[in-house]
């Protein structure tokens, strides 16, 4: 080995003015840019010592300092780039809480965008010159469209119900149905809330049936409040009976308890007005009695993460003065979201084309077809001798302990792997592996051995297409 193949390699002057890493140097610096570039440089002089020989024939091409700009880039991409990524969620699980749920509308990107860039009065009362109060920003809409008297907002639903209760029952018992002591996705079971929250769960009734004698009976002086929790992810059904808000509402206050009801979804509109099934809102339950009512505000609201608890006064007041709502707090981020997002649905009318949630889940079958059409053609060329496609039915799920039971009908593009060297299942994975590295990655469900993606939340099948190359 001479001396002269060391010197074909170009300095890492000479290659920070390459403008193939321009880009890396304006997103990651130049101390993280000169870094790789060294490493990469450092890796090439070894294999020149060893005599690799296809290197030293790479050496003197053409076009080698742009090779190695263009890999410097890529290395940078995966190892210092951003790992939260924009994907395509076709796995027919509308809101789809892995996925980071549903997409924002324009108003709530623009009103967080807004919050982002500069000072607010987030918690400062431009009137008086003195502090405010951040819930404050929201209260009247959210009174408006419930019929509540106060109301107040936390950073998720888990963490309203845990305020709820540890504000309401520390150290005293709740009696819930059996039925009703639900298990969420991701560790929030409702027994084990309660035990966080510092208070006792008293089980009541059985799996399938609870009747208001059971509640009765349960009531103590050590009881704190009623509790009726929406089995939102599964229904029990046959020989059933359970307790309306109504019915309980009316024996928490012989008994002087607050009725709370935890909702999950919570919806604030009549959902059967956009082709879905019925679903209680939030006004309902509280008309029915309830004196608190939580919700998240990115299920079916369509919102950003939130927690959001509607309901007596005063009530409402001894959660805000619990410590525990400080450390729960919405951030100012949030909240500018979620006065956009509750400021749509006081205009009702426009609320199914503003709001993605709600245009993704009353989606026609035609539409969806006609993205289907769109994109099958260059699909299939893409997926040739890998995968036979087609389009065929398929039914989405709301998700997220939404409507557990009610599938919409869609339309998916079907991918069935042809047989590689290493059998149909791993073809699979390769080929379900592929579509996940994609830029924009695509995540679509398997079933019986076979890749769908469900179209109807594609909304911009271009996009999709524009990246078909990479594959
Ligand atoms: C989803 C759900 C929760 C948790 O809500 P997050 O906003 O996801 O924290 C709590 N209770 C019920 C009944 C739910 O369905």
């Known amino acids: 080995?001479?001396?002269?193949?060391?010197?074909?390699?170009?300095?890492?002057?000479?290659?920070?003015?390459?403008?193939?890493?321009?880009?890396?140097?304006?997103?990651?610096?130049?101390a993280d840019v000169t870094e790789e570039l060294r490493a990469q440089l450092g890796a090439l002089r070894e294999q020149i010592a060893r005599g690799d020989s296809r290197l030293l024939a790479k050496?003197?091409?053409?076009?080698?300092?742009?090779?190695?700009?263009?890999?410097?880039?890529?290395?940078?991409?995966?190892?210092?780039?951003?790992?939260?990524?924009?994907?395509?969620?076709?796995?027919?699980?509308?809101i789809h809480t892995n996925l980071g749920r549903c997409a924002l509308p324009q108003q709530a990107i623009e009103a967080m965008s807004k919050a982002a860039a500069a000072p607010?009065?987030?918690?400062?009362?431009?009137?008086?010159?003195?502090?405010?109060?951040?819930?404050?920003?929201?209260?009247?809409?959210?009174?408006?469209?419930?019929?509540?008297?106060?109301?107040?907002?936390v950073n998720n639903n888990a963490a309203a119900v845990l305020l709820v209760l540890n504000t309401l029952a520390q150290g005293k018992q709740v009696p819930i149905s059996r039925g009703e002591l639900v298990e969420i996705g991701g560790a929030f079971r409702i027994p084990e809330v309660m035990k966080s929250a510092g208070c006792e769960l008293l089980e009541i009734g059985t799996t399938n049936r609870t009747h208001l004698k059971d509640y009765r009976a349960a009531i103590s002086p050590r009881t704190a409040a009623l509790m009726k929790v929406h089995t939102s992810n599964y229904e029990i059904q046959g020989f059933t009976k359970t307790v309306s808000h109504r019915e309980l509402a009316d024996l928490a206050q012989a008994s002087q308890l607050p009725l709370v009801s935890d909702l999950g979804s919570g919806t604030l509109i009549d959902l059967q007005k956009y082709g879905l099934p019925?679903?209680?809102?939030?006004?309902?339950?509280?008309?029915?009695?309830?004196?608190?009512?939580?919700?998240?505000?990115?299920?079916?609201?369509?919102?950003?993460?939130?927690?959001?608890?509607?309901?007596?006064?005063?009530?409402?007041?001894?959660?805000?003065?619990?410590?525990?709502?400080?450390?729960?707090r919405v951030d100012k981020l949030t909240l500018a979201a979620l006065v956009a997002v509750i400021d749509l649905y006081r205009d009702p009318h426009r609320l199914g084309e503003r709001l993605p949630l709600l245009a993704?889940?009353?989606?026609?079958?035609?539409?969806?077809?006609?993205?289907?059409?769109?994109?099958?053609?260059?699909?299939?060329?893409?997926?040739?001798?890998?995968?036979?496609?087609?389009?065929?039915?398929?039914?989405?799920?709301?998700?997220?302990?939404?409507?557990?039971?009610?599938?919409?009908?869609?339309?998916?593009?079907?991918?069935?792997?042809?047989?590689?060297?290493?059998?149909?299942?791993?073809?699979?994975?390769?080929?379900?592996?592929?579509?996940?590295?994609?830029?924009?990655?695509?995540?679509g469900r398997v079933k019986d051995g076979d890749l769908y993606f469900d179209l109807r939340c594609l909304v911009k099948p271009e996009e999709f297409l524009s990246q078909l190359e990479e594959l």
Do not use: W
């Not at 091409?61 to 880039?73: H, I, R, S, Y």
């Open 278 to 328: 019925k679903e209680p809102t939030v006004a309902e339950v509280l008309a029915e009695g309830a004196d608190l009512v939580t919700f998240s505000g990115d299920k079916l609201l369509g919102g950003p993460q939130a927690g959001i608890i509607v309901g007596r006064k005063d009530l409402i007041q001894r959660i805000k003065d619990n410590p525990l709502k400080r450390a729960l």
């Open 59 to 94: 050496l003197e091409a053409q076009g080698f300092a742009d090779e190695l700009c263009v890999t410097v880039a890529n290395r940078l991409a995966t190892t210092r780039g951003s790992t939260l990524l924009s994907v395509f969620n076709l796995t027919g699980t509308v």
């Open 120 to 153: 607010s009065n987030l918690e400062f009362d431009l009137e008086s010159n003195r502090r405010g109060d951040r819930d404050d920003h929201l209260v009247n809409s959210l009174c408006a469209l419930t019929g509540a008297e106060a109301a107040t907002v």
């Open 1 to 30: 080995m001479t001396t002269s193949h060391y010197q074909l390699l170009p300095s890492v002057d000479k290659l920070l003015q390459n403008p193939k890493l321009g880009e890396s140097l304006e997103a990651y610096g130049h």
């Open 360 to 443: 993704d889940l009353s989606r026609s079958v035609d539409e969806i077809d006609a993205f289907a059409r769109v994109i099958f053609g260059p699909l299939s060329t893409a997926l040739e001798g890998i995968a036979a496609v087609d389009i065929v039915d398929c039914k989405s799920q709301i998700g997220s302990g939404a409507l557990p039971l009610d599938l919409i009908p869609s339309k998916a593009i079907r991918m069935r792997p042809l047989a590689g060297a290493n059998g149909r299942e791993e073809s699979l994975q390769e080929l379900s592996l592929r579509f996940r590295r994609l830029p924009k990655p695509v995540i």
